[in-house]
């Protein structure tokens, strides 16, 4: 039986051939010792490999496979290592975290070392007198004046209001009036305030509203702002200051760094649906992006120095912006700033100069705290110095919404008719929302406590 189910020998040992071939693909390492392995796709299949305990030809042993007729179809390919990775083409490139820039100190340790102790605005004998007055006249006068300036600074918007703030020439106090709008706006307003500095050329607007040191700036931010960012997201990039209100820098305080119009546009666009009011300090003109913040903005404010040069130089800008269009001389106001106590400027003569057209003009008096530079602390400014910053503030945010008033015997969009108080804003003897009582027409802490 055993010789019967045997395969014929092949003349010139066939048998010794096949055996030969089969010990040969089980020393295969291609085929990794698994029996009847092939070193190619589509090999026929070999027989079983012999063994000891079951030699060749014995009658335990299985018959041979019958070589088939045609190869076997090839094998499919192999799987990818990673299964779980989706396709190619459903997967888009990863998008690279753009690089986070480092903190800068505005000035180095050893240079802040060598700043002086911060003197108060008013001299001691100015305080004192003022002092003995108080005991003898009634408050009810600056009381009202202070109240009146607060009303009108916490005047209701429907959106954000932005407030741009130049010069013709540097040394007018710009940066300074706009730390003063930023702080006064941050105290009196319960709405988010944001101060961004769109002078990069080694501004002083973070300095001035005690920052110590700088990340992110206005061409970061434009890198990174999205639409469905939301205000807790973009608090993150900015600076807090005084009173509540945000700062966003315009550069880390190198030479050289320039803010285009296209990134300007991009930042200012993004922070209008969350901030109510924003306060930007801008190049000195002619430059094009503080042209343009003074076209785009709802108001604008020209600082000058109380010079018989400075006052000319901002006639001619005011001339010009009349001719921009017919609107813009009345939203803007023009801070006459008083930068030594011994000026010799006809301020009446001054102010009418400036007051031709219809531009309002404030008068920011001299004081010696903001005269030291450094940060602006509102409790050592000077008592003048703090009612003119409420006055221009009023002002400002008065000329800001004027563009939502409607025609003459109707009520101004935002505000309710005459007899019911407006959205926004309670009745009388009654705070906002979000306000302690008095809180809202109360000064600055500097004020109350003298």
């Known amino acids: 039986m055993a010789a019967r189910n045997s395969p014929t020998p092949a003349p010139g040992g066939g048998q010794q051939d096949w055996q030969r071939d089969v010990l040969r693909d089980l020393s295969s390492p291609a085929t990794g010792g698994a029996p009847g392995a092939t070193g190619a796709p589509g090999a026929p299949s070999a027989p079983s490999a012999p063994s000891a305990a079951n030699p060749v030809g014995a009658a335990a042993s299985p018959p041979p496979q019958p070589r088939p007729s045609s190869p076997l179809p090839p094998l499919p390919p192999s799987p990818p290592a990673h299964t779980s990775s989706p396709p190619a083409h459903a997967s888009s490139p990863p998008r690279l975290p753009l690089p986070s820039p480092l903190s800068v100190p505005l000035v180095t340790p050893e240079l802040a070392a060598a700043e002086g102790r911060s003197r108060h605005g008013d001299t001691l004998a100015r305080r004192t007198a003022r002092a003995l007055r108080s005991l003898v006249a009634s408050a009810a006068r600056d009381t009202a004046a202070v109240t ?223 005269a030291a530079g450094g940060a602006v602390r509102t409790e050592l400014l000077g008592r003048a110095t703090r009612e003119a910053a409420a006055l221009l503030a009023a002002a400002v945010m008065d000329r800001a919404v004027s563009r939502e008033r409607a025609p003459a015997g109707q009520a101004p969009a935002g505000q309710a008719p005459a007899g019911q108080a407006p959205a926004g804003q309670a009745r009388a003897g009654q705070a906002p929302a979000g306000r302690a009582p008095g809180g809202p027409t109360q000064p600055f802490a500097g004020e109350r406590a003298r």
Do not use: N
Not at 166 to 186: C, P, Q
Not at 278 to 304: F, N
């Open 148 to 370: 009146e300036a607060a009303r009108a600074i916490q005047q209701p918007v429907t959106t954000g209001r932005q407030i741009a703030v130049t010069s013709i020439r540097g040394g007018s106090g710009k940066s300074t009036v706009a730390a003063l709008l930023g702080l006064t706006y941050a105290h009196y307003r319960p709405d988010p305030v944001l101060a961004v500095e769109a002078d990069p050329a080694l501004g002083t607007l973070p300095r001035r509203l005690g920052a110590t040191e700088v990340r992110w700036s206005v061409p970061d931010l434009a890198r990174i702002v999205d639409p469905s960012m939301r205000i807790t997201d973009l608090t993150g990039y900015l600076l807090p200051f005084e009173g509540g209100g945000w700062l966003l820098p315009g550069s880390q305080g190198s030479v050289g760094a320039q803010i285009d119009v296209g990134t300007y546009r991009t930042v200012m666009a993004a922070v209008r649906r969350y901030f109510g009011t924003t306060v930007v300090d801008c190049e000195s003109l002619p430059a094009e992006v503080a042209r343009t913040a003074l076209v785009t903005g709802q108001a604008r404010v020209l600082t000058t120095p109380a010079t018989v040069e400075g006052v000319a130089a901002t006639r001619t800008v005011l001339d010009w912006l009349g001719k921009v269009h017919r609107s813009m001389l009345p939203t803007t106001v023009v801070a006459l700033v008083r930068t030594s106590p011994d000026a010799a400027l006809d301020q009446a003569r001054a102010v009418a100069q400036l007051e031709t057209g219809g531009a309002a003009v404030t008068v920011l008096p001299y004081d010696r705290h903001l």
